[in-house]
């Protein structure tokens, strides 16, 4: 792997770390990233679907899920893991997304998880070719493509230290703080990083000094490199080996941090769990001696390491093998930004023509574009762009539901709303008010019950036990007139077209088991018209791809009443109309038709 990183890399972040998610968003549009870095949050007690974030002067919207499993489904090209969960967490979070796979690199930014389970999960990881950044890291970055979270500080200081392009040096470091400060120097004394981890201070981290040093070896963009070690551990010697036996040929300078340890008597811990030296070897001077004598460029201190960065960057662009790096066109994120009050995701109005889900309403809208009612409820009701024999199916049902008649509730609160001089709007939401559980409501509860019998493999009998045991009429069955010998032509019709279109009826046809064993009983306990409707819907979502999941939102959210809602209206309107057309009067109920039973009130 050449490269870790790229402008296409895109991650599953974990734990909602809203400032720094919002840093890697600004950067993203400072460089002019075509996508956002962060895909998705795993945010496992948020209940929300998604959290908003700038990009820029707007916002965006990044989904949030409840566990790793369920963001990667969704988004299976994000293969960065940002780990921000704790100490506690960290490690078990780490695991299940190498058990997942589909991950190439995983940082974690957790320090202090317990070294015996450190050791097994960067083993595993690299048994899986799994690059981990970490534990107790505050990323890597590559200018110019993709940065972690924190890494690099503030826009302000990225572009000071030109982190917003690639440069020529490949940095590695233990320290997050002292990344930031060597990006600073080397954007002063040469010309900036191509690629730079810091791979965290616990005493064992996933990738070490020298896994990222191959890599960066391997990278074209990658002319020199940077090695800031510390006190404690051997990490450095393999790089020695490697010098000597010629897998890194590219200069190196290297400086081993924590020398002033010498100068105290007994042994001292620095800030870091694995600055800590062991044994002679394990000290800073040691491995500072050591790298030197490996040809390393090695700087008699610290302070001195500037003019050695300065020195070997003007060798190398003197020889010619690093060139002038032109700067590229920047956006400049707003410093004052406001956060949107609502949110539209299904229509746009903002450019000359109003667009569906995308799509311009002039390629929906006229008969030549072969586009109906069931295109334009399928773009800006579910966002998709549904096949013929659903939208058919859709323009069917809104069809066999329009109008039942003057009698049923809702016509006649339109028809007595109209009758007292109100509006079409005002009277035809009196007769949709009156839509709900009793009146409409038996789609929804048809889909909602039939399925749960479905999805749990109860058997006909096993379904009426259990509408028994919780005291519910089976909604869906039955019909005041129609029978077996007197079928409802409707639901005739809608069995029809599913047989000769669906690619399946498993609910329709589970369905039609039960309504033998309800008309056994009793021949009018058919599957009426609103069960067929809402078992068949199942069914088309089911053909569509969408997870039982979803479909159970789709119910108990009322998308299948809303169908109802919508067919209806257009009955409603017609009765209004009618109520108008024929210039009705006021409508009063005839007392014969009341039951008075009125008693002299008890006095208290």
């Known amino acids: 792997m050449e490269k870790l990183y790229t402008k296409d890399t895109q991650a599953i972040f974990w734990n909602n770390n809203t400032s720094a998610i919002q840093r890697m968003l600004d950067y993203d549009y400072t460089i002019k990233r075509k996508k956002p870095s962060v895909a998705a949050i795993v945010a496992p007690t948020s209940g929300s679907k998604f959290e908003k974030f700038f990009y820029g002067p707007d916002e965006i919207m990044i989904p949030t899920f409840k566990t790793t ?219 500072n001696i050591a790298m030197a004598k490996a040809g390393m460029f090695v700087p008699e201190s610290f302070n001195a390491l500037p003019a050695k960065i300065a020195e070997v960057y003007s060798k190398l662009k003197a020889d010619g093998i690093i060139g002038e790096i032109a700067e590229p066109d920047m956006n400049t994120c707003p410093s004052v930004r406001k956060s949107k009050e609502f949110i539209c995701t299904i229509s746009d ?53 329009a109008d039942h008649g003057p009698a049923v509730s809702g016509a006649h609160n339109a028809k007595v709303t109209a009758r007292a001089g109100k509006s079409v709007v005002e009277s035809l939401v009196t007769g949709l008010l009156t839509i709900g559980p009793r009146f409409g409501g038996a789609i929804d509860g048809a889909a909602e019950y039939f399925k749960y019998a479905d999805d749990n493999k109860l058997t006909p009998a096993e379904f009426l036990n259990h509408m028994k045991k919780v005291g519910v009429p089976i909604p869906g069955i039955g019909h005041r007139i129609k029978s077996l010998k007197n079928p409802d032509l409707r639901v005739e019709g809608l069995k029809k077209y599913a047989n000769a279109h669906f690619p399946s009826t498993s609910l329709l046809d589970y369905a039609l088991t039960v309504e033998q064993l309800t008309t056994s009983k009793k021949e009018n306990l058919i599957l009426n018209v609103d069960g067929t409707i809402g078992i068949l819907m199942v069914d088309m979502w089911r053909a569509l791809g969408y997870t039982e999941e979803e479909i159970n939102e789709f119910i108990s959210s009322g998308t299948l009443n809303a169908f109802f809602i919508v067919g209806r209206s257009i009955g409603f309107i017609g009765h209004v109309l009618d109520e108008k057309r024929l210039a009705m009067p006021m409508y009063r109920h005839p007392m014969d038709d009341i039951l008075y039973d009125v008693q002299e009130a008890e006095k208290i």
């Open 349 to 401: 109005d903002r450019g000359d023509e109003a667009t569906y889900a995308g799509f311009p309403i002039s390629s929906l809208a006229t008969p030549d574009t072969g586009k109906g009612i069931g295109d334009v409820v399928s773009l800006l009701w579910f966002k998709k762009q549904y096949p013929k024999w659903a939208t058919d199916f859709i323009e069917t049902v809104i069809k066999t539901v």
């Open 69 to 287: 499993a369920a963001a990667k489904a969704a988004h299976p090209h994000a293969d960065v893991l940002l780990n921000f969960a704790s100490f506690r967490t960290a490690y078990d979070v780490t695991m299940e997304a190498l058990n997942l796979g589909g991950f190439s690199s995983i940082m974690i930014t957790a320090e202090g998880i317990p070294e015996r389970l450190a050791r097994g999960m960067n083993e595993f990881a690299r048994n899986k070719n799994v690059t981990v950044i970490g534990p107790a890291t505050v990323g890597a970055i590559a200018p110019g493509a993709f940065k972690i979270a924190n890494i690099g500080g503030t826009i302000e200081n990225i572009v000071q230290s030109k982190l917003h392009r690639t440069g020529s040096c490949g940095l590695v470091t233990r320290s997050g703080g002292l990344f930031n400060e060597l990006s600073n120097i080397i954007a002063i004394n040469a010309d900036g990083i191509a690629e730079g981890v810091a791979i965290g201070g616990d005493r064992f981290v996933g990738s070490v000094f020298i896994d990222n040093l191959l890599r960066m070896e391997a990278n074209p963009e990658v002319k020199y490199m940077i090695l800031l070690g510390e006190v404690g551990g051997t990490e450095e010697y393999k790089v020695i080996d490697a010098i000597k036996a010629g897998k890194i040929k590219k200069p190196i300078i290297a400086w081993c941090i924590g020398t002033i340890a010498k100068h105290f008597s007994s042994g001292v811990q620095f800030g870091h769990a694995g600055a800590s030296a062991n044994a002679e070897a394990e000290t800073a001077a040691a491995k």
